[in-house]
């Protein structure tokens, strides 16, 4: 004799099963909520903060809700979202364009931006901050639903996937209105554990994101030469700003008063200051970790980044590697090398040697910020 709860989840799992026939016979996307059940470790790390509690920097989880606890029209919108990912996807040939999706980037900034010297917070309303972190787990649950990597996020540690499906590893709620996005004080003291280090580089809608990748032809055959392709575009192109990092420099730099927008990154810039004219400008170490992070999550390979002597570092979770200085792929005495970027990377061992083991921000092995660069421009 079934039990109330055994019929439940019967029930569900045929009431599944008829709807996703059906829809495969009309040639529509799966449906998220079906495939979420049958995948309760990926349904379990997405989480909406949906209030403000306590802090805005390590976000109590009592303040987010997970997607099983999501009303309807919740789980509609990310069904909806998935589906015009699904079908953009499909659509595309040759040129990857992101023209349609229909987000305006980058965001209008509530914040006060008037006085130049202020450290460039970027605030946003709350629409558009759930539509862009929607739109974001629609696109990452396609890439992984539809196959388009060669890699998986089956099996993935909790530490992983909440890089990718928590909405407090890419925003956070303030004490007044509407939502935070990136940093624009990545030395604050309130930033302690290593998972809410978000970078100060402005994420970007994920299709313009991803059609990035592919246009450049940097989403490799694993993980690691994906990284490597991409630490060797921003070697190639980048440069580090100049000045301070406040919304006089963003402006700047990025003609956007807040932190610097990744497709403008992507794009290249003119400064108008002096000795300075058009680049790829990133805003130092911290701007550039953020670069990686969130372009790197358009193909679902979680990066965090750590925070030592005041620098920034990449942590690249699945490979178990790291960069040591998020300048580095642009220092110049590394260009003159001629190495491929890739060989920045440094092992667990070397860099729990050169930095400690814990995972905190600290101030540990200060001398060894840029080891790597050394190493490799005096062999």
């Given at each position: 004799m079934w039990t109330p709860e055994a019929f439940a989840r019967f029930l569900a799992a045929w009431t599944c099963w008829i709807s996703s026939w059906?829809?495969?016979l009309l040639g529509r996307p799966p449906l998220v909520r079906c495939w979420l059940r049958q995948n309760p470790d990926i349904a379990a790390a997405i989480r909406w903060q949906f209030r403000f509690q306590t802090t805005a920097y390590d976000v109590p989880e009592s303040a987010k809700r997970p997607y099983d606890d999501w009303s309807k029209l919740e789980q509609g919108e990310l069904q909806s979202a998935f589906d015009d990912a699904w079908q953009w996807m499909a659509a595309q040939s040759g040129v990857w364009d992101p023209a349609g999706e229909g987000l305006a980037y980058p965001p209008a900034n509530i914040n006060n931006t008037t006085n130049d010297a202020a450290a460039p917070w970027t605030r946003v309303d709350e629409s558009w901050a759930r539509d862009l972190f929607v739109r974001w787990l629609a696109f990452q649950l396609v890439i992984e639903i539809g196959g388009h990597v060669p890699w998986s996020l089956g099996g993935s540690p909790s530490e992983e996937l909440q890089v990718?499906?928590?909405?407090?590893s890419i925003m956070s709620r303030p004490a007044s209105t509407?939502?935070?996005i990136a940093t624009g004080s990545p030395g604050h003291g309130n930033y302690v554990k290593r998972k809410d280090n978000l970078g100060t580089?402005?994420?970007a809608p994920p299709w313009s994101t991803y059609a990035f990748l592919a246009n450049e032809g940097l989403i490799g055959a694993n993980r690691l030469d994906t990284i490597g392709r991409l630490l060797q575009w921003v070697s190639d192109n980048c440069a580090h700003y100049f000045g301070h990092f406040n919304y006089g420099e963003t402006d700047n730099h990025w003609q956007f008063r807040g932190n610097p927008p990744i497709t403008r990154i992507i794009e290249g810039t003119t400064n108008p200051a002096p000795g300075t004219g058009f680049n790829h400008w990133t805003a130092g170490c911290h701007g550039t970790t953020g670069f990686l992070?969130?372009?790197l999550r358009a193909v679902n390979i979680p990066m965090q980044i750590?925070?030592?002597c005041?620098?920034?570092?990449?942590?690249?979770?699945?490979?178990n590697l790291y960069l040591d200085h998020g300048d580095n792929p642009y220092n110049l005495d590394f260009k003159a090398t001629t190495l491929p970027a890739s060989s920045l990377l440094i092992d667990h061992a070397t860099y729990t040697a050169w930095f400690g083991t814990a995972t905190d921000n600290r101030a540990v092995g200060c001398d060894k910020?840029?080891?790597q660069v050394n190493l490799l421009s005096t062999n």
């Amino acid at each position: 004799m079934w039990t109330p709860e055994a019929f439940a989840r019967f029930l569900a799992a045929w009431t599944c099963w008829i709807s996703s026939w059906f829809r495969a016979l009309l040639g529509r996307p799966p449906l998220v909520r079906c495939w979420l059940r049958q995948n309760p470790d990926i349904a379990a790390a997405i989480r909406w903060q949906f209030r403000f509690q306590t802090t805005a920097y390590d976000v109590p989880e009592s303040a987010k809700r997970p997607y099983d606890d999501w009303s309807k029209l919740e789980q509609g919108e990310l069904q909806s979202a998935f589906d015009d990912a699904w079908q953009w996807m499909a659509a595309q040939s040759g040129v990857w364009d992101p023209a349609g999706e229909g987000l305006a980037y980058p965001p209008a900034n509530i914040n006060n931006t008037t006085n130049d010297a202020a450290a460039p917070w970027t605030r946003v309303d709350e629409s558009w901050a759930r539509d862009l972190f929607v739109r974001w787990l629609a696109f990452q649950l396609v890439i992984e639903i539809g196959g388009h990597v060669p890699w998986s996020l089956g099996g993935s540690p909790s530490e992983e996937l909440q890089v990718l499906f928590d909405s407090a590893s890419i925003m956070s709620r303030p004490a007044s209105t509407g939502f935070t996005i990136a940093t624009g004080s990545p030395g604050h003291g309130n930033y302690v554990k290593r998972k809410d280090n978000l970078g100060t580089s402005l994420i970007a809608p994920p299709w313009s994101t991803y059609a990035f990748l592919a246009n450049e032809g940097l989403i490799g055959a694993n993980r690691l030469d994906t990284i490597g392709r991409l630490l060797q575009w921003v070697s190639d192109n980048c440069a580090h700003y100049f000045g301070h990092f406040n919304y006089g420099e963003t402006d700047n730099h990025w003609q956007f008063r807040g932190n610097p927008p990744i497709t403008r990154i992507i794009e290249g810039t003119t400064n108008p200051a002096p000795g300075t004219g058009f680049n790829h400008w990133t805003a130092g170490c911290h701007g550039t970790t953020g670069f990686l992070r969130n372009v790197l999550r358009a193909v679902n390979i979680p990066m965090q980044i750590s925070t030592v002597c005041g620098h920034s570092q990449a942590v690249f979770l699945t490979e178990n590697l790291y960069l040591d200085h998020g300048d580095n792929p642009y220092n110049l005495d590394f260009k003159a090398t001629t190495l491929p970027a890739s060989s920045l990377l440094i092992d667990h061992a070397t860099y729990t040697a050169w930095f400690g083991t814990a995972t905190d921000n600290r101030a540990v092995g200060c001398d060894k910020i840029g080891e790597q660069v050394n190493l490799l421009s005096t062999n």
